[in-house]
C-alpha cells in the first residue's frame, strides 16, 4: 500500500505500520496459539511437544460434530434470506425517514446489549409467550401459533436476526453511500418501475457491500454462542459442541482444532473479501485514469 | 395498497414459519431410527471414542458434553431443551434423581431387563448405605450407579516437597494463591465442612445437611479465604481442572481422581492423597429421561447399562481413570485378560483400590447430598462466596 | 408503488426489531418484580430481587466490575484512537476500509475462542510470561495475569479493541481533509491538533466505542468466569448464575438495571454528542 504523506521521515511511518500491524497481531495472537495447541498429541499444559494431525482427523470422523455443523449451516441458510432483506430495506427507510434517531436507536442498539443479557430476555419472553399461547388455544381451540414460540430453528433464528441486522445495516449503508440516487431518478424518469430501478440499476452497484454482509451474517451465525445455545431447541450448532468440549472435557484436544477450523474459515473469507476489493479498486482506478485521460 | 403489502408480509412470515417447521421435522425424521442421545461427562468413557463405546454396548450413540455441576442438569430439563435433546443422562446420586423423578423428567427402570444388574455391588441393596442414591422417594429404582468415589486433594509432590495428607495445606498461608477448588456448592461446602468439623475449628453435625448457621460459618471462612487470596481460581469442568494442575498453575487442589491422573500423565508430579479429616463420597447415576423412553428408547437404554454394570467397563475406569467400579468380578476380569491388562496396570490397579480403601475408612467421610433442607440458605450463601 | 413513502414493508425491520428486542427488554423490568417460584415465576410484585442485588456483595461485584471497564475503556482509547487517526491521516483514501477490515478479522473470529486461549497465554507457565524471562525482562513468573482483575482488563481489551478503532474511524471520516490541510498550512502543533481537532471531531465515535466496551465488560459472563478468577463478578455473570440457580426474577433485575445504565448512557451520549452524526458519512 502507497502512503500519500510527504513531510513526514519515513522511518516514523514505518514505525506507525508497525504499531499498526502489533496490534492487529497481539488481536491475533490468542488465535494462532490455538492452531499452535492443535498439532500437539499431548494438548495443552503438558511438558512435550509432539506433531500430530490426529485431533483433526477426530474432528472429521465425529458424527456429533458433523450433523452440529449441519444445523449450524441450516441456521445460516435461514437468517440470510430474511437478514439480507431487512437490512436493505432498514437502510433504504433510514435515507427516506426524518426520524433518524428512533430507526438508528432500533437498529444499532442491539449491538450494545450484552450476548447474556440479550439472551436471557429473550429466553424468558419466549417462554411467556408459549405460556400465553397455549392458554388461547385451550380457550379458542385454535392450535396454530402453540408450538412457534418452542425453542427451536425459529427461535434461534429470530436471535440471530436481532444479532446480525444491525451488522448488515451498517454494511449496507457504508455501500450505498457510494451509490448517487440521480442514477435512480432517471431511471424512474425513464419509465422503469421502482423495482426495476432498484434491481437494474442500483443494486449491481451496491452487490459488493451485500456479499459482505451475507458473508459477514454466515461467520457470525458460525460463531454465535450464547444466545443461540440459549435459545436453540433440541439441536446443538458448532459452537455449542466446541465450548461445551472446552468447558467440560478433558481429554479433547479436538476442540482446539476444531477452533482451528472455524478461525481459518473466517480468516480466508475475509482476506478473499480484501483481495477482491483490492483488485477491484484497482481496476476502477485504472478504468477512471483512461476516462479522465483518453490517450 | 396496505392490503397488498400487509398480504405479502403474511405470507412472508407464514413462510419463515413453515420452512422452521418443515425443517425440524424433516431433520427429526432423518434421525428415525435414531442412536442412543447421551448427555454425560467426559469420563464416562473408557473407549477412545464413543463410537467404539456404543459398538461394545451394541448401541450407536450420539454423545454430548456436561459439566459436572447439577445444576446444569436441572436448568436444562425444567426450562431448556433437554427433555427433546437427550435419552439418557448421568448426574450424581444422592437427591438429585428424587427431584428429577418427582418433576418427570426421569422415569422407573425395570431392572430385570438389565443382564447384569446383579453384579451390582451389596452397597445398593435396601437398607445399606448407599441404597437411596438410585432410589426416588416412592423407592422405585430410577438410577444405575456405574462410578464412585472419595474426593480428595491432587498436590504436585516436587513443588510442595512430599506428601501431604491432611486439607490444612489447602487453606494454609504456604499454598497462597497456588490452590483450588472446584467452582460448585455440593463438593466444595461439603469438603470445606467436613475439614472445619474434623479439625474441631466449627461445631458441625452433618456436613453434607448443614442448617442455616453451619452454612454461614463455612461460607464465611471460605470467603475469608479468598478474600485473603488463598484461591487462585475455582475450577470449572474437567478440562480446567486438569489445565491448572498440570501447568503447574496450582499446586494444591480438591479435585476429582481422574483429574490427577490425566494431568500426571502429562507430566506434572500430581498425586492424590488420603485425607484424616475426611473425604465427600459420591456416586454418579445413569437415568432414562421421560422423553427417551417416549421416543422408544428403553430397550437401547438397558443394552447400553449392561455394559456399563459389566466388568469389562469397571476394569477400565479403575485402571484408566480412578474411578470405583459399582460391579463385582473386576479382579477376575482383570486376571483372565492379561493381554490388556499387563503386570504394571494391574499393580496401579493394585494400589490405586488400596488408596481407595484408605479413603473410604476415613471415619469424617461424608455422603453428598444435592437437596439439603435448608437448599436456598446453600444457593443464597454459595452465591456470595462466589461473589466475594 | 414500491418506493412509496409510507410503505409498510419498508418498515418490517424496524417492526419486528421492536417486537423481539425492544419489548422482550422492557418486559425484563415487569419480570423482575414477579415472585419465585422453585423453577419458574409467577406474576406478582416483590422488590425481593433488588434487594437480594443492592443489598448484597453484588452491588459491590457490580460497581467494581464498571470500575475495571472504565479501565479498559480507558486503555482501548489509548491504543485504539491513534490507530484510527493514523489511518484517517495517512492511509489512501481508498486503501483505508481496507486496513479497517483487517481490524474486523479478530472480529470474526468467535470472541470465545480468543478469550479461552488467552488463558494458557497469560498463566504463570504461559507464553508471555516464558518470552519476558527469555529475554530477561524479568527473573520470575508474574501471576497478575490471569485470574485477577488485570486479567479481565486484558480480555475486554482484546475483544473489545476493533469496535473503539470502528467507531473513532467513522467519526473522524466524516471530517474533510481540507481542515487538515488548513491546520497544517497554519501549522498547529500537533497537541493543539489533537485536543482541538481530532478529540472534539472525534467526540461521537469516542463515546460510542466507550459505551460498547463499558458496557459489554460488565455485561459479557465469559471473561471473568475464564480470565478472573476468584472473587471476579459482573453483572452478566450475576445474571447467568441466577439462571443456573433458577431464579429468574434476580436474572430479570440484573438485565433491567443493565438495560437502564445503557440507555442512561446513550441518551446523555446523545444529548451531548448526536450520536447520528456517526451514520452521516455514510448516509
Known amino acids: ?295 | 395498497m396496505f392490503e397488498t403489502t400487509r398480504r405479502n408480509f403474511l405470507k412472508n412470515s407464514a413462510l419463515v414459519a413453515a420452512s422452521a417447521s418443515l425443517s425440524q421435522s424433516f431433520i427429526a425424521d432423518a434421525f428415525a431410527a435414531d442412536p442412543l442421545k447421551i448427555w454425560t461427562i467426559g469420563v464416562a468413557k473408557v473407549t477412545k471414542t464413543w463410537e467404539e463405546m456404543g459398538k461394545q454396548a451394541g448401541v450407536p450413540l450420539v454423545y454430548s458434553a456436561k459439566s459436572g455441576s447439577a445444576d446444569q442438569a436441572i436448568q436444562k430439563f425444567f426450562v431448556g431443551d433437554g427433555q427433546k435433546l437427550y435419552d439418557a443422562i448421568t448426574d450424581n446420586g444422592g437427591g438429585q434423581e428424587d427431584a428429577m423423578s418427582d418433576n418427570k423428567a426421569i422415569v422407573p427402570l425395570d431392572v430385570s431387563k438389565i443382564k447384569n444388574w446383579k453384579n451390582l455391588i451389596p452397597a445398593y441393596n435396601e437398607g445399606n448405605v448407599a441404597a437411596n442414591t438410585i432410589r426416588n422417594k416412592k423407592g422405585e429404582i430410577v438410577g444405575v450407579p456405574y462410578i464412585s468415589n472419595a474426593d480428595s486433594m491432587a498436590y504436585n509432590k516436587t513443588k510442595v516437597g512430599g506428601d501431604i495428607d491432611t486439607w490444612d495445606a489447602l487453606f494454609d498461608s504456604q499454598f497462597k494463591g497456588y490452590a483450588a477448588m472446584q467452582n460448585d456448592s455440593g463438593p466444595t461446602l461439603t469438603t470445606t465442612a467436613v475439614y472445619l468439623k474434623e479439625s474441631g475449628k466449627q461445631d458441625i453435625v452433618n456436613p453434607s445437611d448443614m442448617s442455616k448457621s453451619e452454612v454461614k460459618g463455612v461460607c464465611e471462612f471460605l470467603i475469608n479465604m479468598k478474600k485473603k487470596g488463598q484461591f487462585r481460581t475455582f475450577w470449572d469442568g474437567f478440562g480446567n481442572g486438569v489445565d491448572l494442575l498440570a501447568s503447574e498453575e496450582v499446586l494444591v487442589s480438591s479435585c476429582w481422581e481422574p483429574i490427577a491422573v490425566i494431568a500426571a500423565k502429562k507430566g506434572a508430579d500430581i498425586h492424590y492423597g488420603t485425607m484424616k479429616e475426611g473425604h465427600q463420597t459420591w456416586n454418579n447415576v445413569w437415568m432414562l429421561t421421560k422423553g427417551g423412553k417416549q421416543r422408544g428408547q428403553e430397550d437401547n437404554f438397558y443394552k447400553l447399562m449392561d455394559l456399563y454394570l459389566s466388568p469389562w467397563f469397571g476394569a477400565r475406569t479403575l485402571s484408566g481413570l480412578g474411578f470405583t467400579p459399582q460391579m463385582t468380578g473386576v479382579n477376575e476380569y482383570v486376571d483372565a485378560n492379561p493381554k490388556d491388562f499387563d503386570a504394571k496396570k494391574k499393580a496401579g490397579i493394585a494400589k490405586r483400590l488400596k488408596n481407595k480403601a484408605a479413603r473410604m475408612a476415613v471415619k469424617g467421610n461424608s455422603w453428598q447430598n444435592l437437596y439439603p433442607k435448608e437448599m436456598r440458605a446453600y444457593q443464597d450463601w454459595w452465591s456470595k462466596v462466589q461473589a466475594a | 408503488m414500491f418506493i412509496s413513502k409510507n410503505n409498510i414493508l419498508f418498515k418490517v425491520p424496524v417492526i419486528f426489531m421492536i417486537i423481539f428486542f425492544v419489548l422482550p427488554l422492557s418486559l425484563t423490568v415487569v419480570w423482575s418484580v414477579f415472585e419465585r417460584t422453585m423453577f419458574w415465576m409467577e406474576p406478582g410484585f416483590t422488590l425481593f430481587s433488588y434487594e437480594n442485588f443492592f443489598f448484597s456483595a453484588r452491588l459491590e461485584n457490580f460497581v467494581v466490575s464498571m470500575l475495571h471497564s472504565s479501565v479498559s475503556v480507558f486503555c482501548s482509547f489509548l491504543i485504539g484512537f491513534p490507530i484510527a487517526i493514523f489511518i484517517r491521516r495517512r492511509v489512501k483514501k481508498i486503501a483505508q476500509h481496507r486496513v479497517m477490515l483487517l481490524f474486523i478479522l479478530p472480529f470474526m473470529v468467535s470472541e470465545i475462542i480468543r478469550i479461552f486461549a488467552l488463558r494458557p497465554i497469560l498463566s504463570r507457565n504461559g507464553v508471555l510470561n516464558d518470552l519476558l524471562i527469555n529475554f530477561g525482562f524479568i527473573d520470575s513468573p508474574i501471576s497478575a495475569f490471569v485470574f485477577t482483575p488485570t486479567g479481565v482488563v486484558i480480555g475486554e481489551i482484546v475483544s473489545f479493541l476493533p469496535f473503539m478503532i470502528f467507531s473513532t474511524f467513522l467519526a473522524l471520516e466524516a471530517i474533510p481533509n481540507y481542515i487538515f490541510e488548513v491546520c497544517s498550512d497554519l501549522g498547529v502543533n500537533r497537541r493543539k491538533m489533537f485536543a482541538d481537532i481530532y478529540l472534539p471531531l472525534a467526540a461521537p465515535g469516542l463515546f460510542a466505542g466507550s459505551v460498547f466496551i463499558f458496557v459489554n465488560g460488565i455485561g459479557i459472563a465469559l471473561i471473568p468466569t475464564i480470565l478472573g478468577g476468584p472473587g471476579s463478578v459482573n453483572a452478566g455473570l450475576i445474571a447467568t448464575q441466577a439462571i443456573i440457580a433458577l431464579d429468574f426474577p434476580l436474572a430479570m433485575a440484573v438485565s433491567a438495571i443493565m438495560m437502564c445504565t445503557l440507555m442512561g448512557l446513550l441518551y446523555i451520549g446523545h444529548r451531548l454528542f448526536n450520536l447520528t452524526k456517526l451514520l452521516e458519512p455514510i448516509s
Do not use: H
Not at chain 1, 437468517?79 to 430507526?103: C, D, E, M, N, R
Not at chain 1, 452487490?207 to 458460525?222: K, M
Open chain 1, 1 to 295: 500500500m502507497s502512503l500519500r504523506d510527504d513531510f513526514q521521515p519515513k522511518w516514523k511511518l514505518f514505525l506507525k505500520w508497525g504499531w499498526l500491524s502489533f496490534a492487529v497481531f497481539i488481536l491475533m495472537a490468542p488465535v494462532f496459539y490455538t492452531m499452535y495447541i492443535s498439532f500437539n498429541e499431548l494438548g495443552f499444559g503438558a511438558k512435550y511437544y509432539v506433531f500430530t494431525f490426529q485431533w483433526y482427523e477426530n474432528v472429521f470422523s465425529d458424527k456429533q460434530l458433523i450433523n452440529a455443523l449441519g444445523w449450524t449451516m441450516l441456521l445460516a441458510l435461514i437468517t440470510l434470506p430474511i437478514v439480507i432483506p431487512f437490512g436493505l430495506l432498514s437502510a433504504k427507510l433510514y435515507k427516506q425517514s426524518t426520524k433518524k434517531v428512533w430507526i438508528v436507536f432500533v437498529l444499532l442498539s442491539p449491538l450494545f446489549v450484552p450476548a447474556d443479557i440479550l439472551g436471557s430476555a429473550l429466553l424468558v419472553f419466549f417462554k411467556n409467550l408459549n405460556k400465553f399461547f397455549t392458554f388461547i388455544s385451550e380457550y379458542t381451540g385454535i392450535y396454530m401459533f402453540e408450538t412457534w414460540f418452542d425453542l427451536g430453528i425459529m427461535t434461534a433464528v429470530i436471535g440471530l436476526i436481532v444479532y446480525t441486522l444491525p451488522y448488515v445495516f451498517v454494511v449496507v449503508m457504508i455501500t450505498m453511500a457510494r451509490y448517487r440516487p440521480e442514477q435512480t431518478e432517471a431511471a424512474r424518469d425513464l419509465g422503469a418501475s421502482a423495482w426495476r430501478a432498484f434491481w437494474e440499476v442500483e443494486f449491481p452497484q451496491i452487490r459488493a457491500g451485500v456479499f459482505s454482509a451475507c458473508a459477514f451474517v454466515v461467520i457470525l451465525t458460525f460463531n454465535e454462542y450464547t444466545r443461540t445455545s440459549l435459545l436453540k431447541g433440541g439441536f446443538d450448532t458448532f459452537t455449542s459442541v466446541l465450548i461445551s468440549q472446552m468447558l467440560n472435557t478433558g481429554m479433547s484436544e479436538e476442540s482446539y482444532a476444531m477452533a482451528s477450523i472455524v478461525s481459518l474459515v473466517a480468516i480466508v473469507i475475509v482476506s478473499v473479501i480484501l483481495i477482491v476489493t483490492a483488485v477491484r479498486t484497482e481496476q476502477l482506478e485504472k478504468l477512471t485514469r483512461v476516462v479522465k485521460e483518453p490517450n
